[in-house]
């Protein structure tokens, strides 16, 4: 029998010791959140570097994402792992300082931060100009396909990850990413028409 792709994921166990810090943060132990920030600190920076491109605001944002975390701590269920948790407060502010900002980088380059190699200047223009056009896109998507997308092109989670981040089944995934590219291929299509028709003597 094939397995239902449509399924919900089976639990994560969680760290035990990760939990009592969790449980001990809630009830206002400064020291005991200052351990799950050391934990999660370099992993909610590199999430924010690869959607904005910026070291400096990454770590701005990567601020923002623990006060509200310590915020909200006592409002956490341990039904979902941490992790998921932070992973989905991360999202959030991350999508929201890319949306405030409008820059965009391309598809491509969000997989990881790019390298510091000179190249044509036109070419690293032009470049610059599609990696904004698309983060403007991104940003301007539906919110469920927004913030699934954003899971696996800026955290880059699996498909499982995202499932389980945004509890929902992971075949719902599948077609939130499906339908999200295929919105950002029209918008970009009809952008180059556009563009092409206008070049046209």
Request: net charge neutral.
């Amino acid at each position: 029998m094939t397995p239902d792709s449509t399924a919900s994921p089976a639990p994560l166990q969680e760290d035990p010791e990760e939990r009592q810090l969790v449980t001990r943060s809630a009830a206002g132990d400064q020291d005991a959140f200052r351990q799950l920030v050391l934990r999660h600190h370099r992993r909610v920076v590199n999430i924010a570097y690869r959607a904005l491109g910026d070291a400096g605001l990454a770590e701005d944002v990567a601020q923002e994402v623990f006060i509200k975390v310590f915020r909200h701590l006592p409002s956490y269920r341990h039904e979902k792992p941490f992790v998921h948790w932070l992973h989905r407060v991360a999202a959030n502010t991350v999508t929201d300082a890319a949306r405030h900002r409008r820059d965009v980088q391309s598809l491509d380059s969000m997989e990881k931060p790019p390298a510091g190699q000179a190249g044509d200047p036109q070419d690293v223009a032009a470049r610059h100009d599609l990696q904004r056009s698309v983060r403007r896109a991104i940003a301007t998507l539906p919110p469920h396909y927004r913030d699934t997308l954003a899971l696996q092109v800026y955290h880059d989670l699996s498909y499982e990850e995202i499932a389980r981040t945004l509890d929902v089944p992971i075949g719902t995934v599948m077609s939130r990413l499906n339908a999200a590219k295929r919105l950002l291929r029209g918008r970009f299509q009809g952008l180059a028409d556009a563009e092409g028709g206008a070049n046209t003597p």
